[in-house]
Nanobody, 124 residues
Framework: QVQLVESGGGLVQAGGSLRLSCAAS????????MGWFRQAPGKEREFVAT????????DYTDSVKGRFTISRDNAKNTVYLQMNSLKPEDTAVYYC?????????????????WGQGTQVTVSS
């Protein structure tokens, strides 16, 4: 059974920073790409960032490029999302996801495993 547990969400003022963590267990973490998605109230879940199994390749949605950084520590079975210069439009529930493959992907259907989500609220 694969488990993904996110942490690090909270309330922050615009311009502030948060670091999300996702601890994985139940399969060989280092063999698969990982991703972060988010879902705002009344909206569909959307791609935020992805990282390949070796951390060589990353990709981001345009709205977070230059502000968010995805990273992973395979020794700790953990993936991170450093979020800087936060904006009110970043407010959402953020989900960690485990891919079915080694390579990066922005497509939701490529992800087999999902965490329970962590709330990020950015006040103006």
């Amino acid at each position: 059974q694969v488990q993904l547990v996110e942490s690090g969400g909270g309330l922050v003022q615009a311009g502030g920073s948060l670091r999300l963590s996702c601890a994985a267990s139940g399969r060989t973490f280092s063999s698969y790409a990982m991703g972060w998605f988010r879902q705002a109230p009344g909206k569909e879940r959307e791609f935020v960032a992805t990282i390949s199994r070796s951390a060589i390749n990353t990709d981001y949605t345009d709205s977070v490029k230059g502000r968010f950084t995805i990273s992973r520590d395979n020794a700790k079975n953990t993936v991170y999302l450093q979020m800087n210069s936060l904006k009110p439009e970043d407010t959402a529930v953020y989900y960690c996801a485990g891919s079915r493959s080694q390579d990066i992907s922005a497509m939701l259907y490529n992800y087999l495993y999902w965490g329970q989500g962590t709330q990020v609220t950015v006040s103006s």
